[in-house]
Protein backbone atom coordinates (compact mmCIF):
# COMPACT_ATOMS: atom_id res chain seq x y z
CA UNK A 1 0.00 0.00 0.00
CA UNK A 2 1.34 3.60 -0.59
CA UNK A 3 2.38 5.53 2.11
CA UNK A 4 0.25 8.80 2.06
CA UNK A 5 0.67 9.31 5.43
CA UNK A 6 2.00 13.03 5.01
CA UNK A 7 -0.85 14.36 2.59
CA UNK A 8 -3.57 15.66 4.91
CA UNK A 9 -4.78 18.69 2.90
CA UNK A 10 -4.75 18.50 -0.70
CA UNK A 11 -4.96 22.10 -3.53
CA UNK A 12 -6.77 20.73 -6.72
CA UNK A 13 -7.16 23.75 -8.93
CA UNK A 14 -10.24 23.67 -10.93
CA UNK A 15 -10.65 24.59 -14.49
CA UNK A 16 -11.42 28.12 -14.25
CA UNK A 17 -14.18 30.20 -15.64
CA UNK A 18 -16.74 28.98 -18.12
CA UNK A 19 -15.70 29.56 -21.65
CA UNK A 20 -16.32 27.78 -25.19
CA UNK A 21 -13.22 25.69 -25.43
CA UNK A 22 -12.56 24.61 -21.41
CA UNK A 23 -13.95 24.61 -18.44
CA UNK A 24 -17.14 23.40 -18.38
CA UNK A 25 -16.05 19.39 -19.72
CA UNK A 26 -13.63 19.09 -16.27
CA UNK A 27 -16.12 18.88 -14.29
CA UNK A 28 -16.01 15.48 -14.42
CA UNK A 29 -12.65 14.95 -13.76
CA UNK A 30 -12.99 17.19 -10.93
CA UNK A 31 -15.79 15.71 -9.24
CA UNK A 32 -13.92 12.25 -9.74
CA UNK A 33 -11.02 13.87 -8.38
CA UNK A 34 -12.88 14.96 -4.93
CA UNK A 35 -14.95 11.60 -4.19
CA UNK A 36 -10.92 9.97 -4.63
CA UNK A 37 -9.73 11.84 -2.14
CA UNK A 38 -12.56 11.78 0.43
CA UNK A 39 -12.19 8.59 0.05
CA UNK A 40 -8.72 8.75 1.71
CA UNK A 41 -10.25 10.81 4.53
CA UNK A 42 -8.05 13.52 2.87
CA UNK A 43 -8.87 17.77 3.48
CA UNK A 44 -9.74 19.00 -0.01
CA UNK A 45 -8.99 23.05 -0.70
CA UNK A 46 -10.84 23.86 -3.66
CA UNK A 47 -9.57 26.46 -6.41
CA UNK A 48 -12.71 27.24 -9.00
CA UNK A 49 -14.48 30.42 -9.82
CA UNK A 50 -17.28 28.01 -11.22
CA UNK A 51 -20.50 28.10 -9.61
CA UNK A 52 -22.70 26.00 -11.82
CA UNK A 53 -20.64 22.43 -11.73
CA UNK A 54 -20.88 19.09 -9.37
CA UNK A 55 -17.49 20.23 -8.56
CA UNK A 56 -17.94 23.44 -6.77
CA UNK A 57 -21.63 21.76 -4.85
CA UNK A 58 -21.16 22.49 -1.12
CA UNK A 59 -19.58 18.72 0.28
CA UNK A 60 -18.10 17.70 4.13
CA UNK A 61 -13.99 17.99 3.67
CA UNK A 62 -14.44 20.76 0.96
CA UNK A 63 -12.96 23.94 1.06
CA UNK A 64 -14.59 25.97 -2.20
CA UNK A 65 -12.34 29.66 -3.11
CA UNK A 66 -13.69 30.78 -5.87
CA UNK A 67 -11.09 32.77 -6.97
CA UNK A 68 -9.63 32.81 -10.23
CA UNK A 69 -7.51 29.91 -11.39
CA UNK A 70 -4.25 32.25 -11.37
CA UNK A 71 -0.50 31.78 -9.66
CA UNK A 72 -1.88 35.36 -7.66
CA UNK A 73 -4.65 34.39 -6.01
CA UNK A 74 -3.60 30.51 -5.80
CA UNK A 75 -0.43 32.23 -3.65
CA UNK A 76 -2.90 33.89 -1.66
CA UNK A 77 -4.65 30.71 -1.05
CA UNK A 78 -1.54 28.43 -0.26
CA UNK A 79 -0.05 30.68 2.07
CA UNK A 80 -3.78 30.79 3.75
CA UNK A 81 -4.34 26.88 3.47
CA UNK A 82 -0.92 25.66 3.99
CA UNK A 83 -1.82 22.80 1.68
CA UNK A 84 0.41 19.79 1.95
CA UNK A 85 0.23 18.89 -1.74
CA UNK A 86 -1.47 20.10 -4.98
CA UNK A 87 -2.91 18.48 -8.03
CA UNK A 88 -2.70 20.04 -11.31
CA UNK A 89 -3.82 17.30 -13.85
CA UNK A 90 -7.67 17.31 -13.05
CA UNK A 91 -8.52 21.22 -14.46
CA UNK A 92 -7.46 21.10 -18.01
CA UNK A 93 -4.73 23.54 -19.32
CA UNK A 94 -5.98 26.54 -16.93
CA UNK A 95 -4.88 24.25 -14.17
CA UNK A 96 -1.71 22.74 -15.26
CA UNK A 97 -0.21 26.46 -16.54
CA UNK A 98 -1.37 27.70 -13.22
CA UNK A 99 0.58 24.96 -11.42
CA UNK A 100 3.84 24.91 -13.97
CA UNK A 101 3.73 29.23 -13.38
CA UNK A 102 4.07 28.60 -9.44
CA UNK A 103 6.15 25.66 -9.73
CA UNK A 104 8.56 28.07 -11.86
CA UNK A 105 7.90 30.73 -9.42
CA UNK A 106 9.17 29.29 -6.21
CA UNK A 107 5.87 29.50 -4.67
CA UNK A 108 5.58 25.66 -4.24
CA UNK A 109 9.27 25.23 -2.82
CA UNK A 110 9.03 27.68 -1.04
CA UNK A 111 5.80 26.75 0.95
CA UNK A 112 6.84 22.92 1.09
CA UNK A 113 3.80 21.95 -1.14
CA UNK A 114 4.53 19.03 -3.57
CA UNK A 115 3.17 17.89 -7.04
CA UNK A 116 0.91 14.82 -6.71
CA UNK A 117 1.05 12.90 -9.79
CA UNK A 118 2.78 13.59 -13.35
CA UNK A 119 5.81 16.02 -12.16
CA UNK A 120 6.20 19.35 -13.95
CA UNK A 121 9.44 18.33 -15.74
CA UNK A 122 7.45 16.16 -17.29
CA UNK A 123 4.28 18.37 -17.77
CA UNK A 124 6.96 21.30 -19.39
CA UNK A 125 8.39 18.52 -22.12
CA UNK A 126 4.89 17.48 -23.14
CA UNK A 127 4.09 21.73 -23.52
CA UNK A 128 6.92 22.91 -24.89
CA UNK A 129 7.29 21.86 -28.35
CA UNK A 130 10.64 21.74 -28.77
CA UNK A 131 11.37 20.19 -26.32
CA UNK A 132 8.96 17.42 -26.82
CA UNK A 133 9.89 17.07 -30.37
CA UNK A 134 13.50 16.30 -28.94
CA UNK A 135 12.06 14.10 -26.30
CA UNK A 136 10.40 12.07 -29.09
CA UNK A 137 13.18 12.04 -31.38
CA UNK A 138 15.39 10.44 -28.40
CA UNK A 139 13.15 7.12 -28.45
CA UNK A 140 12.90 6.76 -32.65
CA UNK A 141 9.00 8.44 -32.37
CA UNK A 142 7.49 10.27 -35.46
CA UNK A 143 6.11 13.37 -35.28
CA UNK A 144 5.19 16.43 -37.40
CA UNK A 145 7.55 18.80 -39.03
CA UNK A 146 7.14 21.90 -37.17
CA UNK A 147 9.37 24.88 -35.71
CA UNK A 148 8.61 26.31 -31.90
CA UNK A 149 8.92 30.07 -32.89
CA UNK A 150 8.98 32.75 -30.26
CA UNK A 151 9.35 35.68 -32.58
CA UNK A 152 6.90 36.82 -36.02
CA UNK A 153 10.40 36.37 -37.82
CA UNK A 154 11.21 33.11 -36.06
CA UNK A 155 8.29 32.24 -37.61
CA UNK A 156 8.56 33.92 -41.58
CA UNK A 157 11.78 31.66 -41.19
CA UNK A 158 10.52 28.58 -40.07
CA UNK A 159 7.72 29.15 -42.64
CA UNK A 160 10.63 28.76 -45.25
CA UNK A 161 11.13 25.42 -44.29
CA UNK A 162 7.67 24.14 -43.90
CA UNK A 163 6.34 25.44 -46.53
CA UNK A 164 2.50 26.48 -47.67
CA UNK A 165 -0.07 24.69 -46.33
CA UNK A 166 1.00 25.16 -42.73
CA UNK A 167 -0.48 25.14 -39.24
CA UNK A 168 -0.01 27.53 -37.05
CA UNK A 169 -1.13 27.38 -33.55
CA UNK A 170 -0.26 28.45 -30.28
CA UNK A 171 1.42 26.69 -27.41
CA UNK A 172 0.33 26.14 -23.78
CA UNK A 173 -3.27 26.14 -24.57
CA UNK A 174 -6.78 24.43 -25.11
CA UNK A 175 -9.36 24.38 -27.55
CA UNK A 176 -7.49 24.93 -30.35
CA UNK A 177 -7.18 28.54 -29.38
CA UNK A 178 -4.98 30.94 -32.11
CA UNK A 179 -4.61 28.18 -34.23
CA UNK A 180 -5.55 27.74 -38.08
CA UNK A 181 -4.23 26.68 -41.78
CA UNK A 182 -2.44 29.14 -44.01
CA UNK A 183 -2.35 28.58 -47.42
CA UNK A 184 -0.80 32.02 -48.40
CA UNK A 185 1.62 34.97 -47.04
CA UNK A 186 -1.70 37.05 -45.77
CA UNK A 187 -3.50 34.14 -44.16
CA UNK A 188 -0.17 33.31 -42.76
CA UNK A 189 0.11 36.66 -41.19
CA UNK A 190 -3.07 36.96 -39.83
CA UNK A 191 -2.80 33.35 -38.01
CA UNK A 192 0.59 33.93 -36.26
CA UNK A 193 -0.86 37.83 -34.96
CA UNK A 194 -3.62 35.76 -33.34
CA UNK A 195 -1.42 32.75 -32.63
CA UNK A 196 0.69 35.17 -30.38
CA UNK A 197 -2.12 36.65 -28.68
CA UNK A 198 -2.69 33.49 -26.81
CA UNK A 199 0.93 32.20 -26.35
CA UNK A 200 4.85 33.51 -25.90
CA UNK A 201 5.48 31.03 -27.96
CA UNK A 202 3.97 30.03 -31.62
CA UNK A 203 4.34 26.18 -33.58
CA UNK A 204 4.21 26.40 -37.67
CA UNK A 205 3.91 22.48 -38.78
CA UNK A 206 3.61 20.68 -41.91
CA UNK A 207 0.07 20.32 -43.06
CA UNK A 208 -1.55 16.78 -42.34
CA UNK A 209 -4.87 17.70 -43.69
CA UNK A 210 -7.00 14.98 -45.02
CA UNK A 211 -4.70 12.29 -42.51
CA UNK A 212 -6.82 10.33 -39.89
CA UNK A 213 -7.00 11.07 -36.24
CA UNK A 214 -6.46 8.60 -33.86
CA UNK A 215 -6.39 8.99 -30.09
CA UNK A 216 -5.35 6.74 -27.18
CA UNK A 217 -6.72 7.34 -23.35
CA UNK A 218 -3.50 5.85 -21.75
CA UNK A 219 -2.46 5.30 -17.65
CA UNK A 220 0.62 4.89 -15.86
CA UNK A 221 1.79 3.96 -12.55
CA UNK A 222 4.64 4.33 -10.53
CA UNK A 223 5.63 0.96 -11.11
CA UNK A 224 6.03 1.84 -14.78
CA UNK A 225 2.83 -0.37 -15.65
CA UNK A 226 0.59 1.15 -18.46
CA UNK A 227 -2.28 0.55 -20.12
CA UNK A 228 -4.16 2.22 -23.44
CA UNK A 229 -7.59 2.24 -21.44
CA UNK A 230 -9.82 3.33 -24.73
CA UNK A 231 -8.94 4.38 -28.23
CA UNK A 232 -10.98 6.96 -30.43
CA UNK A 233 -11.22 7.87 -34.01
CA UNK A 234 -12.71 10.78 -35.77
CA UNK A 235 -15.14 11.12 -37.81
CA UNK A 236 -13.57 14.14 -39.89
CA UNK A 237 -10.10 14.05 -40.92
CA UNK A 238 -7.17 16.36 -39.79
CA UNK A 239 -8.21 19.24 -39.89
CA UNK A 240 -10.80 19.60 -37.47
CA UNK A 241 -10.37 19.91 -33.54
CA UNK A 242 -11.16 17.17 -31.95
CA UNK A 243 -13.80 19.16 -29.90
CA UNK A 244 -15.87 19.87 -33.24
CA UNK A 245 -16.01 16.57 -34.42
CA UNK A 246 -17.96 13.40 -34.25
CA UNK A 247 -15.52 10.82 -32.15
CA UNK A 248 -16.27 6.54 -32.12
CA UNK A 249 -14.58 4.72 -29.60
CA UNK A 250 -13.39 2.38 -30.34
CA UNK A 251 -12.01 3.10 -33.24
CA UNK A 252 -13.69 1.36 -36.60
CA UNK A 253 -11.28 1.84 -39.88
CA UNK A 254 -8.04 0.95 -37.74
CA UNK A 255 -6.40 -2.47 -39.16
CA UNK A 256 -5.25 -4.69 -35.87
CA UNK A 257 -1.77 -3.94 -37.52
CA UNK A 258 -2.05 -0.66 -37.11
CA UNK A 259 -4.16 -0.19 -33.63
CA UNK A 260 -1.07 -2.25 -32.31
CA UNK A 261 1.52 -0.10 -33.49
CA UNK A 262 -0.33 2.75 -32.34
CA UNK A 263 -0.98 1.17 -29.37
CA UNK A 264 3.06 0.21 -28.69
CA UNK A 265 3.98 3.63 -29.54
CA UNK A 266 1.40 5.42 -26.60
CA UNK A 267 2.91 3.10 -24.58
CA UNK A 268 6.80 3.75 -25.62
CA UNK A 269 6.63 7.48 -25.21
CA UNK A 270 4.17 7.63 -21.71
CA UNK A 271 6.72 5.66 -20.27
CA UNK A 272 10.14 7.74 -21.60
CA UNK A 273 8.17 10.62 -20.49
CA UNK A 274 6.99 9.49 -16.94
CA UNK A 275 3.81 10.15 -16.64
CA UNK A 276 2.03 8.97 -13.49
CA UNK A 277 -1.49 8.67 -13.75
CA UNK A 278 -3.60 9.51 -17.05
CA UNK A 279 -2.88 11.06 -20.26
CA UNK A 280 -3.87 11.56 -24.00
CA UNK A 281 -1.78 11.14 -26.87
CA UNK A 282 -2.79 12.20 -30.40
CA UNK A 283 -2.04 10.97 -33.86
CA UNK A 284 -2.65 11.59 -37.48
CA UNK A 285 -1.74 8.38 -39.42
CA UNK A 286 -1.87 8.38 -43.10
CA UNK A 287 -5.01 6.52 -44.74
CA UNK A 288 -2.79 5.00 -47.58
CA UNK A 289 0.07 4.07 -45.22
CA UNK A 290 0.99 3.15 -42.27
CA UNK A 291 2.77 6.25 -41.53
CA UNK A 292 1.99 8.07 -38.05
CA UNK A 293 2.93 11.33 -36.32
CA UNK A 294 2.53 12.14 -32.59
CA UNK A 295 0.52 15.27 -32.50
CA UNK A 296 0.77 16.28 -28.92
CA UNK A 297 0.53 14.59 -25.37
CA UNK A 298 -1.86 16.45 -22.78
CA UNK A 299 -0.13 14.95 -19.49
CA UNK A 300 -3.03 15.30 -17.67
CA UNK A 301 -7.34 14.69 -17.75
CA UNK A 302 -8.80 15.89 -21.45
CA UNK A 303 -12.22 16.36 -22.51
CA UNK A 304 -12.04 12.98 -24.33
CA UNK A 305 -11.25 11.07 -20.62
CA UNK A 306 -14.66 12.19 -19.92
CA UNK A 307 -15.79 10.40 -22.80
CA UNK A 308 -13.83 7.88 -22.41
CA UNK A 309 -14.36 7.06 -19.31
CA UNK A 310 -18.04 7.04 -19.59
CA UNK A 311 -17.73 4.42 -22.69
CA UNK A 312 -16.08 2.34 -21.16
CA UNK A 313 -17.09 2.23 -17.81
CA UNK A 314 -13.13 2.35 -16.61
CA UNK A 315 -13.37 5.42 -13.80
CA UNK A 316 -9.96 7.20 -15.56
CA UNK A 317 -9.92 10.57 -13.15
CA UNK A 318 -10.54 8.23 -9.85
CA UNK A 319 -7.87 6.01 -10.67
CA UNK A 320 -5.57 8.95 -11.55
CA UNK A 321 -5.85 10.38 -8.69
CA UNK A 322 -5.15 6.70 -6.49
CA UNK A 323 -2.28 6.87 -8.51
CA UNK A 324 -1.06 9.76 -8.08
CA UNK A 325 -1.29 8.86 -4.42
CA UNK A 326 1.38 6.34 -4.19
CA UNK A 327 -1.27 3.35 -5.29
CA UNK A 328 -0.36 0.89 -8.42
CA UNK A 329 -2.73 -0.69 -11.05
CA UNK A 330 -2.44 -4.02 -9.40
CA UNK A 331 -3.80 -2.41 -6.38
CA UNK A 332 -6.72 -1.11 -7.42
CA UNK A 333 -10.53 -2.30 -8.42
CA UNK A 334 -12.55 -0.83 -10.89
CA UNK A 335 -15.19 0.68 -9.13
CA UNK A 336 -17.50 -0.08 -12.10
CA UNK A 337 -17.38 -3.33 -12.35
CA UNK A 338 -16.51 -4.09 -8.37
CA UNK A 339 -14.46 -6.82 -9.07
CA UNK A 340 -11.83 -6.32 -11.98
CA UNK A 341 -8.44 -4.92 -11.55
CA UNK A 342 -7.55 -1.66 -13.04
CA UNK A 343 -4.85 -3.18 -14.84
CA UNK A 344 -7.31 -4.37 -17.13
CA UNK A 345 -7.48 -3.25 -20.18
CA UNK A 346 -11.63 -2.63 -21.04
CA UNK A 347 -12.56 -4.67 -23.98
CA UNK A 348 -15.91 -3.26 -25.50
CA UNK A 349 -18.94 -5.13 -27.99
CA UNK A 350 -20.40 -1.92 -28.20
CA UNK A 351 -19.51 1.27 -29.66
CA UNK A 352 -19.93 4.91 -28.05
CA UNK A 353 -19.91 7.84 -30.31
CA UNK A 354 -19.90 11.73 -29.32
CA UNK A 355 -21.57 14.60 -31.20
CA UNK A 356 -20.59 18.02 -30.25
CA UNK A 357 -23.42 20.77 -30.27
CA UNK A 358 -23.01 24.26 -31.63
CA UNK A 359 -24.79 27.44 -31.12
CA UNK A 360 -23.11 29.44 -33.70
CA UNK A 361 -26.01 31.52 -34.58
CA UNK A 362 -25.90 32.99 -30.78
CA UNK A 363 -22.78 35.05 -32.12
CA UNK A 364 -22.68 37.64 -34.64
CA UNK A 365 -19.92 37.61 -37.41
CA UNK A 366 -19.10 33.99 -36.53
CA UNK A 367 -18.07 32.11 -39.40
CA UNK A 368 -20.02 28.92 -39.54
CA UNK A 369 -16.69 26.97 -41.19
CA UNK A 370 -15.30 24.65 -38.70
CA UNK A 371 -11.80 24.04 -38.19
CA UNK A 372 -8.52 23.17 -35.63
CA UNK A 373 -10.55 25.93 -33.68
CA UNK A 374 -12.90 24.67 -31.20
CA UNK A 375 -15.97 26.60 -31.34
CA UNK A 376 -18.35 23.79 -30.43
CA UNK A 377 -20.47 24.43 -26.64
CA UNK A 378 -21.49 21.19 -25.44
CA UNK A 379 -21.51 17.62 -26.59
CA UNK A 380 -23.43 14.34 -26.33
CA UNK A 381 -22.92 10.71 -25.99
CA UNK A 382 -24.50 7.90 -27.72
CA UNK A 383 -24.01 4.37 -26.89
CA UNK A 384 -25.37 1.31 -28.97
CA UNK A 385 -24.09 -2.13 -31.31
CA UNK A 386 -23.03 -0.18 -34.54
CA UNK A 387 -22.43 3.38 -36.01
CA UNK A 388 -25.53 3.88 -38.09
CA UNK A 389 -27.74 3.42 -34.53
CA UNK A 390 -25.49 5.78 -32.49
CA UNK A 391 -25.08 8.48 -35.43
CA UNK A 392 -29.04 8.84 -35.64
CA UNK A 393 -29.58 7.81 -31.85
CA UNK A 394 -27.05 10.92 -31.19
CA UNK A 395 -27.93 13.54 -34.18
CA UNK A 396 -31.75 13.20 -32.08
CA UNK A 397 -30.22 13.92 -28.97
CA UNK A 398 -28.91 17.21 -29.69
CA UNK A 399 -32.49 18.66 -30.33
CA UNK A 400 -31.64 20.88 -33.26
CA UNK A 401 -35.02 19.65 -34.57
CA UNK A 402 -33.43 16.01 -36.52
CA UNK A 403 -35.18 12.85 -36.26
CA UNK A 404 -32.15 11.47 -37.65
CA UNK A 405 -29.71 11.92 -40.27
CA UNK A 406 -32.48 11.22 -43.09
CA UNK A 407 -34.85 13.52 -41.04
CA UNK A 408 -33.95 17.23 -40.23
CA UNK A 409 -34.66 20.94 -41.26
CA UNK A 410 -31.67 21.81 -43.45
CA UNK A 411 -31.29 22.03 -47.05
CA UNK A 412 -28.19 22.40 -49.18
CA UNK A 413 -28.04 24.50 -52.49
CA UNK A 414 -24.92 23.38 -53.11
CA UNK A 415 -23.92 20.01 -51.87
CA UNK A 416 -20.43 19.75 -53.15
CA UNK A 417 -19.77 23.26 -51.62
CA UNK A 418 -21.09 22.14 -48.07
CA UNK A 419 -18.97 19.09 -48.04
CA UNK A 420 -15.57 20.55 -48.97
CA UNK A 421 -16.07 23.76 -46.34
CA UNK A 422 -17.18 21.73 -42.83
CA UNK A 423 -19.82 23.50 -41.36
CA UNK A 424 -21.73 22.00 -38.35
CA UNK A 425 -24.21 20.46 -40.63
CA UNK A 426 -22.06 18.95 -42.91
CA UNK A 427 -23.08 15.12 -41.65
CA UNK A 428 -26.07 15.80 -43.37
CA UNK A 429 -25.00 17.66 -46.65
CA UNK A 430 -23.07 13.92 -46.90
CA UNK A 431 -26.94 12.48 -46.85
CA UNK A 432 -28.10 15.02 -49.23
CA UNK A 433 -25.25 13.90 -51.46
CA UNK A 434 -26.35 10.06 -51.31
CA UNK A 435 -29.96 11.38 -52.15
CA UNK A 436 -28.59 13.18 -55.02
CA UNK A 437 -26.72 10.41 -56.53
CA UNK A 438 -22.75 10.94 -56.00
CA UNK A 439 -21.84 8.04 -55.07
CA UNK A 440 -19.24 6.73 -51.85
CA UNK A 441 -16.23 7.39 -53.34
CA UNK A 442 -16.90 10.90 -54.76
CA UNK A 443 -18.12 12.03 -51.52
CA UNK A 444 -15.15 10.62 -50.04
CA UNK A 445 -12.44 12.30 -52.54
CA UNK A 446 -14.30 15.88 -51.46
CA UNK A 447 -14.34 15.12 -47.73
CA UNK A 448 -11.00 13.17 -47.16
CA UNK A 449 -14.13 11.13 -44.52
CA UNK A 450 -12.85 7.13 -44.11
CA UNK A 451 -15.23 5.67 -47.19
CA UNK A 452 -16.08 3.06 -44.05
CA UNK A 453 -18.06 5.70 -42.82
CA UNK A 454 -19.91 6.70 -45.94
CA UNK A 455 -20.90 3.27 -46.68
CA UNK A 456 -22.80 3.08 -43.46
CA UNK A 457 -23.93 6.35 -43.61
CA UNK A 458 -25.52 4.80 -47.20
CA UNK A 459 -26.49 1.67 -45.46
CA UNK A 460 -28.94 4.15 -43.77
CA UNK A 461 -29.84 5.70 -47.32
CA UNK A 462 -30.74 2.45 -48.38
CA UNK A 463 -32.85 1.34 -45.46
CA UNK A 464 -34.91 4.28 -45.84
CA UNK A 465 -35.60 3.20 -49.68
CA UNK A 466 -36.60 0.18 -48.42
CA UNK A 467 -39.02 1.81 -46.11
CA UNK A 468 -40.46 4.22 -48.34
CA UNK A 469 -41.12 1.68 -51.09
CA UNK A 470 -43.25 -0.86 -48.38
CA UNK A 471 -46.21 -1.46 -50.27
CA UNK A 472 -49.21 -0.67 -47.51
CA UNK A 473 -50.54 -4.18 -48.34
CA UNK A 474 -47.36 -5.62 -46.72
CA UNK A 475 -47.16 -3.19 -43.53
CA UNK A 476 -48.72 -6.15 -41.35
CA UNK A 477 -47.82 -8.68 -38.56
CA UNK A 478 -47.76 -11.23 -40.81
CA UNK A 479 -45.44 -10.74 -43.71
CA UNK A 480 -42.39 -11.45 -43.08
CA UNK A 481 -40.07 -9.14 -45.25
CA UNK A 482 -42.08 -6.04 -43.32
CA UNK A 483 -40.76 -7.86 -40.28
CA UNK A 484 -37.14 -7.83 -41.43
CA UNK A 485 -37.11 -4.79 -42.68
CA UNK A 486 -38.29 -3.05 -39.28
CA UNK A 487 -35.77 -5.11 -37.30
CA UNK A 488 -32.93 -3.58 -39.58
CA UNK A 489 -34.08 -0.38 -39.67
CA UNK A 490 -34.51 -0.23 -35.87
CA UNK A 491 -31.09 -1.56 -35.35
CA UNK A 492 -29.74 0.98 -37.53
CA UNK A 493 -31.00 3.65 -35.19
CA UNK A 494 -34.74 4.82 -36.95
CA UNK A 495 -37.75 5.79 -34.07
CA UNK A 496 -40.56 5.00 -34.42
CA UNK A 497 -41.38 8.10 -35.05
CA UNK A 498 -39.32 8.47 -37.79
CA UNK A 499 -40.37 4.66 -39.22
CA UNK A 500 -44.43 6.41 -39.13
CA UNK A 501 -43.13 9.27 -40.74
CA UNK A 502 -41.60 7.06 -43.70
CA UNK A 503 -44.86 4.37 -44.03
CA UNK A 504 -47.13 7.15 -43.20
CA UNK A 505 -48.45 5.88 -39.82
CA UNK A 506 -48.47 6.86 -35.95
CA UNK A 507 -45.68 6.53 -34.20
CA UNK A 508 -47.68 4.79 -31.92
CA UNK A 509 -49.00 1.91 -34.39
CA UNK A 510 -45.43 1.16 -35.55
CA UNK A 511 -44.42 0.74 -31.42
CA UNK A 512 -47.34 -1.39 -31.28
CA UNK A 513 -46.88 -3.26 -34.07
CA UNK A 514 -43.27 -4.10 -33.79
CA UNK A 515 -44.02 -5.21 -30.13
CA UNK A 516 -46.78 -7.83 -31.46
CA UNK A 517 -43.51 -8.89 -34.21
CA UNK A 518 -41.41 -9.56 -30.82
CA UNK A 519 -39.10 -6.71 -32.02
CA UNK A 520 -38.54 -4.93 -28.57
CA UNK A 521 -34.98 -3.21 -27.00
CA UNK A 522 -33.42 -5.27 -24.83
CA UNK A 523 -31.24 -3.35 -21.82
CA UNK A 524 -27.54 -5.04 -21.94
CA UNK A 525 -26.24 -5.11 -18.41
CA UNK A 526 -23.03 -5.67 -17.08
CA UNK A 527 -24.38 -8.70 -15.21
CA UNK A 528 -24.88 -10.23 -18.13
CA UNK A 529 -21.81 -9.90 -19.95
CA UNK A 530 -19.46 -11.94 -18.28
CA UNK A 531 -21.34 -13.26 -15.44
CA UNK A 532 -19.78 -12.80 -12.73
CA UNK A 533 -21.10 -9.16 -11.49
CA UNK A 534 -24.44 -10.00 -10.10
CA UNK A 535 -24.46 -6.97 -7.69
CA UNK A 536 -24.42 -4.67 -10.98
CA UNK A 537 -27.44 -3.28 -12.64
CA UNK A 538 -26.18 -0.61 -14.71
CA UNK A 539 -27.20 -0.05 -18.37
CA UNK A 540 -24.77 -0.29 -20.98
CA UNK A 541 -26.75 0.13 -24.49
CA UNK A 542 -29.67 -1.02 -26.08
CA UNK A 543 -29.60 -4.24 -28.60
CA UNK A 544 -32.94 -4.77 -31.01
CA UNK A 545 -33.89 -8.47 -31.24
CA UNK A 546 -36.41 -9.97 -33.63
CA UNK A 547 -37.82 -12.23 -30.94
CA UNK A 548 -38.57 -11.81 -26.96
CA UNK A 549 -36.72 -15.16 -26.25
CA UNK A 550 -33.37 -14.71 -28.35
Known amino acids: MPNIANVKKVLLLGSGALKIGEAGEFDYSGSQAIEALQEENIEIILVNPNIATNQTSTQDGVTVYFQPVLPEFVERIIEKEKPDAIMLAWGGQTALNCGSELYHAGVLKKHNVKVLGTSVETIDKTEDRKVFNEELTKIGVCFPKSRACETAEEARKALKEIKFPCLVRAAFTLGGGGSGFAYNEEEFEVLIKNAFAYSP ?10 WKEIEYEVVRDRNDNCITVCNMENFDPLGIHTGESIVIAPSQTLSNEEYQMLRTVAIKTIR ?99 SSEMKSVGE ?110 KKEGFSDNLIGKLLNKPALDIRNMRKNMGIIPVSKKIDTLAGEFPSQTNYLYITYHGTENE
Open 201 to 210: QILVEESLKG
Open 272 to 370: HLGVVGECNIQYALDPNSQKYRVIEVNARLSRSSALASKATGYPLAYVAVKLALGYTLDELTNTITGCTSTLFEPSLDYVALKIPRWDLNKFRKVSQII
Open 380 to 489: VMALGRTFEEVLQKGLRMLQTGAQGISDHPYTFDDVRSSLANPTPLRVFAIYQALQENLSVEEIADITKIDKWFLEKIERIYKTEQELKNISADSQNEACEEFKSTILKS
